[in-house]
């Protein structure tokens, strides 16, 4: 088991990624199945030219996520 408590990040999912990660998350937390089901080292050259092919979809997409981020609220972290 890993130790997460040392370092805390805040990330957005859409509606769709938290619901499939709820629905394999069964007693672990978020981060366990993202170390989970994320492979350890990856070439980033592998995703070179990912995006180009629907480079308007992804423009859309990024302005749509853009517009989620300025709406969102900050919630307080208690420990």
Same mark, same amino acid.
């Given at each position: 088991?890993?130790m997460?408590?040392?370092? /805390?990040? /805040?990330? @957005?999912?859409s509606e769709?990624a938290y619901?499939?990660? &709820? @629905?394999? =998350?069964?007693n672990? @937390?978020?981060s366990e199945?993202v /170390? %989970?089901?994320?492979? %350890? &080292?990856?070439?980033?050259?592998e995703l $070179?030219? $990912?995006?180009?092919?629907?480079k308007?979809?992804?423009e859309?997409?990024?302005?749509k /996520?853009? @517009?989620?981020? &300025?709406? $969102?609220?900050?919630?307080?972290? =208690?420990?």
């Amino acid at each position: 088991m890993h130790m997460y408590m040392h370092m /805390v990040k /805040v990330i @957005s999912l859409s509606e769709e990624a938290y619901r499939l990660l &709820k @629905s394999i =998350k069964g007693n672990k @937390s978020f981060s366990e199945i993202v /170390v %989970e089901i994320v492979p %350890e &080292k990856r070439d980033i050259m592998e995703l $070179a030219g $990912a995006f180009k092919e629907n480079k308007d979809y992804w423009e859309k997409f990024d302005k749509k /996520v853009y @517009s989620y981020r &300025k709406k $969102a609220k900050l919630r307080d972290f =208690k420990w």
